[in-house]
Structure formats: structure tokens, C-alpha cells
T-cell receptor, first 112, second 112 residues
């Protein structure tokens, strides 16, 4: 398995634009997580899914953020409209039941 | 509310010596703990875990110790190698759910 695959690796966008981050979890994993890493807040969980169903989105900072998981092999995190303070590295991770989570390489988002 | 804390942002250790990374937690309901390692421009990778029913878990050069009464865990790396230079995160899943809470990380530098 190729591991968790995220795209794009880097994204630079202008303030106010819509940004969509993509994630393909490891096949067979039933949990998918979206994390954001910043200098100020470290690694924070935004939302997680179990069997494609959102379980906890309490970490989503604002209504500008939304996440979907239409099937077991794909998830998106969308920011609309984007703001400079959204600049961070966004990680997707997946796991099987309560085993350790495997992380993708992250998407570095810069909003200018 | 930072439920998992790593109070040392950085640590430098001579190659061949022991590296000890510390983590404190506040939620006594955590039932297992994980350590992740992160290199620049990569996602965190799972290193080692420990269940709350144990006080020690060893895997090669890596040993994690858990002191439940003190709500403290530590990761020992011996002997330390240059490739161990990375940021180390401790993490714990919520009770009854998969919401992984991460510490703020400790940057370990191994000096050749």
C-alpha cells in the first residue's frame, strides 16, 4: 500500500479563494482524521470520520471549513473563503479501529 | 485545555548517549499512549505505544515508561543515533473514541 496520499503537497492561494485539500486513506482503514499543524497550536484535530461518517467536528475552526468523505477511499477538506490565518500544514491520517494512525505527507497551505 | 503536555520544546543529546523525552497528561481516562516521530516536510510516523495496564514497553532502541500515579510517560532512546534527530510527539486517544490528542512536541537533536 502506498500509504495515505494527500494532494496537493503545496498550495498558494489568494485570500477569499476556495481551497480544497484531498486525501486518499489506506485501503481497509475505517477511521480518517484531518489535522492542522501551526507553530502556535501544534497538531490539532479538526474532524474525524468513522466508516465515512463524521463523528466529531468540534475542532473545525469556523463555518468556512467543511469536510466530506463520499466513500471509503476519498476525503476532502474545503476552506471557503480562505484567509491568511488559515496558512498551515494540513495532515490527513487514517487508522484501523484503535490502532495507530498513519499520516500523509501533508499539504502546506499559504494564503496571501 | 492541553490534556497532553510536553514541557521541553527541544533537547540535544550526544550520539551514543540516552535520549529521554517526557510527556505529562491530565486525563486519567486515557487508556493508551502513543509516540510519533516527525521529520521536516513529512507527516508524523508512529513509533511506539503503551497500554495503561502496562508500565513499560520496549521495541529495539526505544522504550516507553508509564507512571500512572504521576500521569507521566517518557520515551527512552538508547543509544541515540543521528537519524533520531526529529520532533517527537506523545499522543493519547480519548476514552471510548479515536480522537487523538497530541502534545506540542519536543525537537530532539543528536550531536555527532
Amino acid at each position: 500500500d502506498a500509504g495515505v496520499i494527500q494532494s496537493p503537497r503545496h498550495e498558494v492561494t489568494e485570500m477569499g479563494q476556495e481551497v480544497t485539500l484531498r486525501c486518499k486513506p489506506i485501503s481497509g482503514h475505517d477511521y480518517l482524521f484531518w489535522y492542522r499543524q501551526t507553530m502556535m497550536r501544534g497538531l490539532e484535530l479538526l474532524i474525524y470520520f468513522n466508516n465515512n461518517v463524521p463523528i466529531d467536528d468540534s475542532g473545525m475552526p469556523e463555518d468556512r471549513f467543511s469536510a466530506k468523505m463520499p466513500n471509503a477511499s476519498f476525503s476532502t477538506l474545503k476552506i471557503q473563503p480562505s484567509e491568511p490565518r488559515d496558512s498551515a500544514v494540513y495532515f490527513c491520517a487514517s487508522s484501523f479501529r484503535r490502532s495507530e494512525a498513519f499520516f500523509g505527507q501533508g499539504t502546506r497551505l499559504t494564503v496571501v | 485545555d492541553q490534556q497532553v503536555k510536553q514541557n521541553s520544546p527541544s533537547l540535544s543529546v550526544q550520539e551514543g548517549r540516552i535520549s529521554i523525552l517526557n510527556c505529562d497528561y491530565t486525563n486519567s481516562m486515557f487508556d493508551y499512549f502513543l509516540w510519533y516521530k516527525k521529520y521536516p516536510a513529512e507527516g508524523p510516523t508512529f513509533l511506539i505505544s503503551i497500554s495503561s495496564i502496562k508500565d513499560k514497553n520496549e521495541d529495539g532502541r526505544f522504550t516507553v515508561f508509564l507512571n500512572k500515579s504521576a500521569k507521566h510517560l517518557s520515551l527512552h532512546i538508547v543509544p541515540s543515533q543521528p537519524g533520531d534527530s526529529a520532533v517527537y510527539f506523545c499522543a493519547a486517544p480519548g476514552f471510548g473514541n479515536e480522537k487523538l490528542t497530541f502534545g506540542t512536541g519536543t525537537r530532539l537533536t543528536i550531536i555527532p
